[in-house]
């Protein structure tokens, strides 16, 4: 489930519109201008300018993406055995009109799943009809470890719940005093809308008027308007997680149509790779490869990339089936590289996903999984997928991404991020990062979610340049020409200072420039 970054009172999920928010910072580089992007520009001016890429296949697993958004139009993949709207499975690949890509979460007459439970109370429901009222003491010995999990994913779901609750209640009473204030300004001031340098100038005479102020400021907000909808973004947020993701009443599968727990059922869902609620998959398949040619919004880091859509996201938590059969869809249908920005706590058919993650290996597809937004240690908390396998062996097509900032001081790790020196495998930059948006729009959003798709657009561009590299190369070679940063940084979810260079396997940030070069030393190495 994508985490909801929340401060005390406001969401750090910053969406400002002001024209300086517009500068993509992730692809800076690091030596010339003292930031710790990836060099996207220099690496192509300086590295590739005399190269032909060869496009290829990146699959975006996620919730959603916007087919129709401008600067996404001309890069997504388009299944050249399939034709448009004929209702016909032309390639015979079980999936009728997937021109685009592919949809586990969505019904054979087109209706769309948009929220899901968590997979804590799914398991919680799950077992709740056999051991709720019992005692542990009066049941079978084989009965009673699944018991103490029954307790637990259920005090784990009502704590959830009303933790969420709560939080919807605190934030809809500051919404409600916040738009009180700022329709009285608006009336007092004459004005649609009210910006910051309206709110300063108003502050001397305006107690209410500094203090919206110092709340945009805070958030990084331009207006009154663009607080108005982030508040009302969260509301939205936090009220799913309250009925649908905690609620173990709540059945959000129906429309699908499919047994949920059938994991070789294949041949279900319906070919809107859009769904009811694009933006966070939209987002991502704009930073790996949103169009660089067409003078528009902003630019990917791959210029050479087919993107394609896997919705099997949910608002709430991915099901495993559904994410072995996303992985199997993107290999079967020509995917390279796959990004996987979506993450769990429980894997009840955690098996299935790992034939998928096996059969994606014997296919030779990298996979790259953000690490996740918890500020947690992986190597001592569970997460799903993760980066090993059941026996404990490392998975070696996938990459682990945490989340990296725009400074190179005390903040360099995101203050959300995943961490682990010995279950991830690099940072990239994931805090503040500006991109595709539906409805042909762009704003700003944080997460390892963003990290991840700077590493496949990295990987994509090494792949496309260099088309001999297999997923082990591509994999080492990010890995290798990571740049390593001894700062002290605090830990995420902490104020404890550590060396930045412990929080993952390489303790740098990935860097496109770096590894073009190392890509470009070998390939000579072999010409030799």
């Given amino acids: 489930m994508k985490k909801l970054l929340l401060s005390a009172s406001i969401c750090l999920l910053s969406m400002a519109a002001s024209a300086q928010d517009t500068l993509q910072w992730y692809h800076r580089d690091p030596k010339a201008d003292n930031i710790p992007g990836i060099a996207t520009d220099r690496t192509y001016r300086e590295l590739l300018k005399d190269r032909k890429p060869t496009p290829v296949v990146v699959a975006v697993i996620d919730g959603g993406i916007d087919s129709t958004h401008e600067d996404l139009r001309r890069v997504l993949w388009v299944n050249p055995k399939e034709i448009p709207g004929n209702g016909k499975d032309d390639d015979k690949n079980g999936y009728v009109d997937d021109i685009h890509g592919w949809n586990f979460i969505g019904g054979k007459d087109g209706k769309n799943v948009q929220y899901e439970t968590a ?82 100038q108003a502050a001397s005479s305006s107690r209410q008027a500094g203090a919206i102020y110092r709340v945009l400021k805070q958030q990084d907000v331009a207006d009154t308007d663009a607080m108005k909808g982030q508040l009302d973004k969260i509301l939205d ?180 991020s995943n961490y682990g020196k010995g279950s991830v495998d690099v940072f990239a930059p994931g805090k503040t990062i500006f991109s595709t948006v539906p409805g042909s729009q762009y704003q700003n959003s944080d997460g390892t979610s963003m990290a991840a798709p700077v590493v496949a657009g990295v990987a994509a561009v090494l792949k496309s340049y260099f088309p001999k590299l297999t997923y082990a190369d591509l994999k080492r070679i990010i890995v290798q020409s990571a740049v390593p940063y001894k700062t002290q940084v605090k830990k995420p979810e902490s104020n404890e200072m550590v060396d930045f260079s412990t929080l993952s396997k390489t303790g740098g940030v990935v860097n496109l420039y770096e590894a073009v070069k190392l890509a470009l030393a070998q390939e000579g190495d072999k010409a030799k």
């Fill in 237 to 416: 947020e936090l009220k799913a997680r309250a009925e649908y993701a905690y609620n173990p009443d709540f059945d959000g599968r129906a429309v699908v149509g499919d047994q949920p727990e059938n994991v070789n059922e294949r041949n279900y869902g319906n070919a809107d790779i859009m769904g009811p609620d694009p933006f966070h998959g939209t987002h991502v398949a704009g930073i790996i490869g949103a169009d660089r040619t067409n003078s528009l919004g902003i630019l990917g880091v791959s210029d050479a990339v087919r993107i394609m859509g896997v919705r099997a996201v949910p608002d709430g938590d991915e099901r495993d089936k559904d994410v072995a059969n996303a992985i199997r869809y993107a290999v079967d249908n020509g995917a390279q590289i796959i990004n996987m920005s979506f993450g769990k706590d429980y894997s009840p058919q955690r098996q299935a996903v790992e034939e998928a993650e096996r059969y994606a290996l014997s296919k030779g597809v990298l996979l790259v999984h953000a690490a996740g937004n918890d500020g947690k240690n992986l190597d001592t908390t569970a997460s799903y997928p993760a980066d090993k396998f059941m026996d404990g062996k490392e998975i070696p097509n996938m990459i682990t991404v945490g989340a990296s900032s725009s400074s190179t001081g005390d903040e360099l790790a995101a203050s959300f």
């Fill in 119 to 200: 997979e804590v109370t799914r398991l919680y429901r799950k077992l709740r009809p056999q051991y709720e009222g019992k005692n542990r003491a009066s049941l079978k010995p084989d009965q009673q470890k699944e018991y103490d999990l029954y307790v637990k994913t259920k005090a784990e779901v009502e704590s959830k719940r009303l933790e969420y609750q709560t939080q919807y209640q605190g934030i809809k009473q500051f919404y409600e005093q916040y738009t009180t204030i700022v329709d009285e300004l608006k009336t007092s001031l004459q004005k649609k809308n009210l910006d910051t340098t309206d709110l300063r």
